[in-house]
């Protein structure tokens, strides 16, 4: 099924449900001989829909455990729904788990080759793209340097790199504006900013409000899987906060 020609992401009644299973085999048995009642499932989100529109900029925003991580990872199809339906229209990026698909035994150059088709680069598409990634990440000198020996933030700057050379129609953003130093900082949002002023749909997750204020024109409400609010983005951030404790550090 495909998105309506205005859409780029649809929820429909999506559900997503994990089984708990128990920790071992000591705690298993005892409630297998015993005919006790598995442990109850947990849903990551119970019956969410929702429309974001190609060009929209759009903020999850809730508590830990609330499924804003899932549903990201829904939209990048990297796990299918229990129930009901999404639908993507587009490209997507996923800026959420960066150099997940990275092989540590390879060097940046060829993880940079083997990320970028798993994110639908074409071979061709990689080579123009090449020395731009490179420079992003600021990785001239370590380029053909085993990523296993990179440090933690070589590491996610070649990911962020891939990631947002990838072309996307849809990108998908899970706390990471914060890597690396205030320099690469800076340039991550400069490079966001771009996305947006090109008309890419961006859907943003953050823990900070003023993050989702300031860059984004919508936002979605989550509490322990349910959509609870979905508005302009300054409002749903307001109602959200007024429902915190002061003691949360909401950012």
């Known amino acids: 099924m ?4 205005n859409s780029a992401i649809e929820f429909h009644n999506v559900t997503k449900r994990f089984q708990l299973r128990e920790s071992s085999l000591r705690e298993f048995l005892p409630s297998f001989f015993d005919k006790r009642e598995a442990a109850p499932p947990f849903y990551a989100l119970r019956d969410v829909s929702f429309t974001l ?3 929209e900029t759009v903020g999850i925003i809730g508590r830990n455990g609330s499924g804003k991580s899932t549903a990201l990872k829904l939209i990048a199809g990297v796990m299918a729904p229990t129930d009901g339906t999404v639908l993507v229209g587009g ?17 940046g150059r060829e993880n940079v080759h083997l990320n970028g088709s798993i994110l639908g680069l ?8 090449f020395s731009s990634i490179v420079e992003f990440a600021e990785l001239q000198e370590f380029i053909d ?11 996610v700057r070649l990911g962020f790199a891939v990631a947002v050379h990838s072309n ?17 900082q800076d340039k991550c949002q ?8 090109r008309g890419v749909t961006i859907v943003l997750v953050s823990h900070s409000a003023d993050t989702i204020t300031s860059f984004c024109d919508r936002a979605l409400s989550l509490d322990h899987g349910v959509l609870v609010a979905d508005g302009p983005a300054k409002q749903v951030v307001d109602d ?12």
């Open 190 to 197: 400069q490079r966001m900013h771009d996305f947006k002023n």
């Open 2 to 5: 495909q998105t309506a020609s």
């Open 240 to 251: 959200y906060m007024a429902t915190v404790p002061h003691h949360v550090e909401a950012s």
């Open 53 to 55: 529109n190609r060009g």
């Open 91 to 107: 490209r997507v990026s996923p800026l959420i788990e960066l150099g997940a698909g990275f092989h540590p035994d390879l060097s």
């Open 145 to 155: 340097m085993p990523v296993k020996r990179y440090s933690s933030g070589m590491y």
């Open 122 to 129: 074409s071979d061709r598409e990689i080579d123009d793209q």
């Open 168 to 184: 996307p129609e849809i990108l998908l953003v899970d706390e990471v504006l914060s890597v690396g130093d205030a320099f690469f």
